[in-house]
């Protein structure tokens, strides 16, 4: 569970120093930092869905995927 939090921290402040960087903006930053991990766990929850589906036939194809 360390490592977790500790990686979400770093997630955390990549996330919000690029869009405030791109901004100029604190609240837009902060609020970029706090969307943008949960709009990626639901987009993984598709992925997954996705991979689960095609996935096994782009592991069959021997490119190494």
Do not use: Q
Request: proline share 3%; charged share 10%.
């Amino acid at each position: 569970m360390p490592k977790t939090l500790t990686f979400a921290l770093v997630h955390f402040t990549v996330a919000f120093s690029v869009a405030y960087l791109l901004s100029g903006d604190l609240l837009v930053g902060g609020l970029i930092a706090l969307v943008e991990p949960m709009v990626n766990t639901v987009a993984y929850f598709f992925h997954e869905k996705a991979w689960n589906k095609f996935g096994s036939k782009l592991d069959n194809t021997g490119l190494g995927v």
